[in-house]
């Protein structure tokens, strides 16, 4: 197999020149999802400042939870086969047809895989997280089953060789996860390209180039999500609070710690803008995966 790497400068650029000369054709695809989305908002919203709860607007909620995501996966499809294979059928280029629906399929498979990596590498940390503050507490003379100490005191014992570890054991973990989206980043853009689902098959396009492809994804993605925060809070500057924020506020869960509540703003306010980070990330891929089709002559 060949070891020519994939280049992560020009990848990233890749993806920025896709974006940048099929804008249009974005904004354009992206127009139901984003009005779904946004009308989603409007109404959990309404209900959540509703003195009674509405069956109307409950029912118009659930209506369209379901229909947004079938939209996204139009925007999806449409997005990949613009990138993978210049294809620019269907209204718009937005279609529900075998693409869609293996886009679908493979969304699931990447999703159970990426959950259950992640759910392990998190029972792994809180394991050893446990450990340490367990061994905080003792060498602090403090038994932890006879006290019923809870974790917010055994942070105040941790040494600074305790907080390192934990640090070591994150890090690790974040990257297992990282990795093993890297090696089946390509899939969608392969089950496009060959007509069929695709998911760990498409490691071998991948062959010591998973850290490559992660690095490539960080720097496309990384500087258009802080832009689009910066506008996010310019745009609450100008309107007095940000938009999301009190519905943020309201769904909050008691016990949410604050930090959740403004994770999920921004990832709220990262779906209205699906019609710029989908394309990116639709150019990205593409770029790579021909790039390592040519290379290994995995083709179809």
């Known amino acids: 197999?060949?070891?020519?790497?994939?280049?992560?400068?020009?990848?990233?650029?890749?993806?920025?020149?896709?974006?940048?000369?099929?804008?249009?054709?974005?904004?354009?695809?992206?127009a139901p999802y984003t009005l779904l989305y946004v009308a989603q908002l409007v109404v959990l919203s309404n209900q959540l400042n509703a003195s009674s709860p509405s069956d109307t607007?409950?029912?118009?909620?659930?209506?369209?939870?379901?229909?947004?995501?079938?939209?996204?996966?139009?925007?999806?499809?449409?997005?990949?086969?613009?990138?993978?294979?210049?294809?620019?059928?269907?209204?718009?280029?937005?279609?529900?047809?075998?693409?869609?629906?293996?886009?679908?399929?493979?969304?699931?498979?990447?999703?159970?895989?990426?959950?259950?990596s992640l759910v392990l590498a998190?029972?792994?940390?809180?394991?050893?997280?446990?450990?340490?503050a367990g061994g905080a507490l003792q060498r602090a003379g403090i038994e932890l089953?006879?006290?019923?100490?809870?974790?917010?005191?055994?942070?105040?014992?941790?040494?600074?060789?305790?907080?390192?570890?934990?640090?070591?054991?994150?890090?690790?973990?974040?990257?297992?996860?990282?990795?093993?989206?890297?090696?089946?980043?390509?899939?969608?853009?392969?089950?496009?390209?060959?007509?069929?689902?695709?998911?760990?098959s498409v490691w071998p396009l991948t062959h010591r180039n998973a850290w490559r492809v992660a690095a490539a994804t960080v720097l496309a993605i990384g500087p258009l999500l802080l832009v689009e925060a910066g506008l996010y809070n310019l745009l609450g500057l100008v309107l007095g609070e940000r938009p999301f924020e009190q519905l943020e506020l309201i769904s909050a869960v008691e016990g949410d710690a604050a930090s959740m509540s403004i994770v999920r703003e921004y990832l709220r306010w990262f779906g209205v803008m699906a019609g710029i980070n989908y394309p990116l990330m639709a150019g990205l891929y593409a770029y790579i995966y021909r790039n390592r089709v040519d290379a290994t002559g995995e083709g179809a």
């Open 1 to 30: 197999m060949t070891t020519t790497s994939v280049s992560i400068l020009r990848s990233a650029a890749a993806a920025y020149a896709f974006l940048i000369s099929h804008w249009h054709r974005a904004l354009i695809a992206a």
């Open 57 to 116: 607007l409950i029912s118009l909620y659930w209506a369209l939870w379901l229909v947004t995501p079938i939209a996204l996966l139009a925007l999806t499809g449409a997005m990949l086969r613009m990138s993978v294979k210049g294809d620019y059928s269907g209204r718009f280029g937005l279609k529900l047809g075998h693409d869609e629906w293996r886009v679908f399929i493979v969304s699931l498979l990447v999703g159970v895989l990426m959950f259950v």
């Open 122 to 132: 998190l029972m792994f940390f809180v394991a050893v997280m446990l450990s340490v």
């Open 145 to 200: 089953e006879e006290s019923n100490a809870e974790m917010d005191m055994a942070w105040s014992y941790l040494s600074a060789a305790d907080w390192t570890v934990l640090g070591v054991v994150g890090i690790l973990g974040l990257a297992l996860v990282m990795w093993l989206s890297a090696r089946v980043s390509l899939a969608m853009p392969a089950t496009i390209d060959r007509g069929r689902v695709l998911v760990l």
